[in-house]
Nanobody
Framework: QIRLVESGGASVQAGGSLRLSCRSS????????MAWFRQAPGNEREGLAT???????TYTASAKGRFSISKDNAKYTLYLQMNDLKPEDTAMYYC????????????????WGQGTQVTVSS
């Protein structure tokens, strides 16, 4: 059974940093497109970054320059390093997996974690 489990969310002050983790129960992380999304209350789920199996990364405007996606294949773990956090980054953060990278269309992602909460105070 494929499971994705996020961790690392916390309450931090503006300007701080966090590293989110997403551990996979199988080696899906080796061959699938992995991504990070977030959703704030009242907002649609928003894509942040993707990491293809060949190491290619993409970032949306919300993430570019402050967030970095990476993975440790040996640990079956995906990461999202977030720096210079702002109150508008407050949201539930999700990792997801898709057979191929097709951008940030939710429907393309077959597997989702349960989310980890990030709260940024000013």
């Amino acid at each position: 059974q494929i499971r994705l489990v996020e961790s690392g969310g916390a309450s931090v002050q503006a300007g701080g940093s966090l590293r989110l983790s997403c551990r996979s129960s199988t080696d899906i992380i080796l061959n699938y497109c992995m991504a990070w999304f977030r959703q704030a209350p009242g907002n649609e789920r928003e894509g942040l970054a993707t990491l293809d199996s060949d190491g290619t990364t993409t970032y949306t405007a919300s993430a570019k320059g402050r967030f970095s996606i990476s993975k440790d294949n040996a640990k079956y773990t995906l990461y999202l390093q977030m720096n210079d956090l702002k109150p508008e980054d407050t949201a539930m953060y999700y990792c997801a997996a898709a057979p191929v990278c097709v951008g940030y269309d939710w429907d393309a992602y077959s597997y989702w974690g349960q989310g980890t909460q990030v709260t940024v105070s000013s």
